[in-house]
């Protein structure tokens, strides 16, 4: 046997232990704002960071610190630091790393929602974001100079099905001695873990396939432990003396937490974005099952996907785990084999086709999530992707035929009757 439990077997036990105040053998809520001091020194030390303990659960509750253990573990990473949504995820993990004027290297084919979270609203900070086609790995060395903080893109990206190579980013990143930050939600650490392949800071939004059942937002903000904050020269939040800690040095005293401790003292004390323990507790109660639940989503969408790809209806279809798919070699050599349950195809007819279809259906949701146990269904071009122009969406594979999926875990011959039902309506 190995040192390190397999897998299936952290995502049930890491990070928890039988509660010991009951023997509570599942992790219990604590639905509580604050915790009781020892005394007038103990206080002392907590607000110093001298002593690790609880003093309020916008920094820490011992429900969510649960979660951050098993996420950790399960990522291969050293700490984590778990938010109110994926989208607070990514403002944690650039938050220590930028200041004003600075600047991110960023895919440009990412989640909608994040090319307006950094392109627009990041900009209010002084944060700019450039945009680059990350499979274009020259492309994306120019794109870096001085003022650049950060690499950031999806291992497996959402809706676009591309996956990104990234152990030649991941070299781009060390040899400018940046950090490389992967959004792994589409993946999940269950298909592939970045930290392996030499990501810096990993973040998700664990509302997807984390939790798994559509009923609870969340992100979280992994740490490998293996970035010199100091040595880079370019991250005084983390190397250098912090004011409002009397001058401490977040790196120097703490090392290989440095980041995840400042997630917590610093980044979710003035950020404000804190998970739930109620949520907290629902994504842990789900990772639980993560193993188990990929498993049956990709094998579903394999043949939901093979299916839709010899419809008569059915103009192309997008996803990496059909082999003539572009990033099939990619799907083996980062996640397994496997290349989640996400994709889009396109409906002969265009526009209203992919409108009748995405209303036709009644097993698949119509709704804006992905990674539920439920099969969902939506159009990105007038929903997710609403916001972008017409080129970036075309950049995002999200153009105006696009309905994507989000394959579920129900009996698979059902989704393909619903699906088929819905297509001879838009025929
Ligand atoms: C949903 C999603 C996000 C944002 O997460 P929220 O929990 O909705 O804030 C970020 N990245 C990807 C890939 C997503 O699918």
């Known amino acids: 046997m190995s040192d390190t439990p397999g897998f299936a077997t952290r995502a049930i036990h890491a990070g928890s232990s039988p509660d010991p105040a009951t023997g509570a053998r599942a992790t219990p809520i604590y639905q509580t704002t604050a915790f009781v001091f020892d005394d007038a020194d103990h206080a002392a030390s907590l607000f110093n960071l001298q002593t690790y303990g609880y003093i309020y659960s916008r920094l820490t509750n011992p429900t969510v610190a649960v979660l951050e253990g ?23 993990a650039l938050f220590p790393l930028m200041a004003p004027g600075l600047e991110i290297v960023a895919a440009n084919r990412l989640y909608g929602g994040s090319i307006t979270q950094l392109g627009r609203s990041f900009q209010k900070f002084g944060w700019t974001t450039k945009f680059i086609d990350f499979d274009d790995l020259d492309a994306v060395r120019q794109a870096i100079g001085p ?29 400018a001695n940046l950090p490389l930050v992967v959004d792994n939600t589409m993946a999940t650490p269950a298909l592939c873990r970045p930290i392996e392949w030499g990501a810096t800071l990993v973040c998700h939004s664990t509302t997807k396939f984390l939790s798994g059942h559509g009923n609870a937002m969340g992100g979280a903000v992994v740490d490998s432990g293996r970035f010199n904050w100091t040595a880079a020269g370019h991250f005084p939040t983390l190397a250098e003396p912090e004011p ?57 969408a394999v043949v939901v996907a093979k299916h839709l790809a010899a419809h008569p209806a059915v103009a192309w279809v997008n996803y990496a785990g059909l082999a003539d798919n572009p990033y099939h070699a990619r799907a083996h050599k980062y996640l397994g084999g496997q290349a989640g349950s996400v994709f889009t195809f396109g409906v002969k007819g265009g526009y209203q086709a992919g409108k009748t279809v995405v209303e036709a259906v009644n097993l698949f949701s119509h709704l ?7 099969s969902l269904i939506i159009h990105p071009a007038s929903t997710t992707h609403r916001q972008l122009t017409l080129e970036q969406r075309a950049a995002a594979g999200a153009g105006d035929d696009t309905i994507r999926l989000s394959i579920g875990i129900e009996t698979v011959a059902d989704l393909l009757a619903d699906l088929d039902q819905a297509l001879a309506k838009a025929a």
């Open 244 to 300: 409002a800690y009397h001058g401490l040095r977040f790196h120097e005293t703490f090392g290989d937490m440095a980041f995840t401790v400042h997630g917590h003292a610093v980044g979710l004390r003035d950020l404000g974005a804190s998970m739930a323990p109620l949520n907290a507790f629902l994504t842990i109660t789900g990772i639980e099952t993560l193993p188990l639940r990929m498993a049956r989503h990709c094998e579903n």
């Open 147 to 175: 003022n650049t903080r950060a690499l950031f893109c999806e291992s497996l990206a959402n809706p676009g099905g591309v996956i990104t190579d990234l152990e030649a980013i991941a070299r781009i990143a060390e040899a």
């Open 368 to 374: 804006a999530n992905i990674g539920d146990t439920r």
């Open 70 to 92: 098993r996420i950790a573990s399960l990522e291969g990473g050293k700490g984590a630091t778990c938010t109110a949504s994926g989208h607070a995820a990514q403002m944690l």
